[in-house]
């Protein structure tokens, strides 16, 4: 079982930058193909970013250029580095660690808050 643990969130003005932590409990992180997934208020929860566990990255179209995902496989964490924020960025950002068909795990998500 590998449990996902989100942290990084806040409160940030507009055009400012936030890193997120996603570190994995257990032996299979190097495993996994990592993505970070928001969900805003009123609105169903979006795939941001994937890295793969080979390290092939791709992003949703809003935020390319702005942010980037990384992994540390010897410390069982990815990150997402949030630069040029901006409101429509205030959502629920959730961890998701993908092992294809043997199943999938999900943080518990940590709160960005955009203010303009």
């Known amino acids: 079982q590998v449990q996902l643990v989100e942290s990084g969130g806040g409160l940030v003005q507009a055009g400012g930058s936030l890193r997120l932590s996603c570190s994995a409990s257990?032996?299979?992180?190097?495993?996994?193909?990592m993505g970070w997934y928001r969900q805003a208020p009123g609105k169903q929860r979006e795939l941001v970013a994937i890295?793969?566990?080979?390290?092939?990255?791709n992003y949703t179209d809003s935020v390319k250029g702005r942010f980037t995902i990384s992994r540390d496989n010897s410390k069982n964490t990815a990150y997402l580095q949030m630069n040029s924020l901006k409101p429509e960025d205030t959502a629920v950002y959730y961890c998701?660690?993908?092992?294809?068909?043997?199943?999938?795990?999900w943080g518990k998500g940590t709160l960005v808050n955009v203010s303009s």
């Open positions: 257990g032996n299979i992180f190097e495993a996994l193909d």
């Open positions: 890295i793969t566990s080979s390290s092939t990255t």
């Open positions: 998701n660690g993908d092992l294809g068909i043997f199943g999938e795990y």
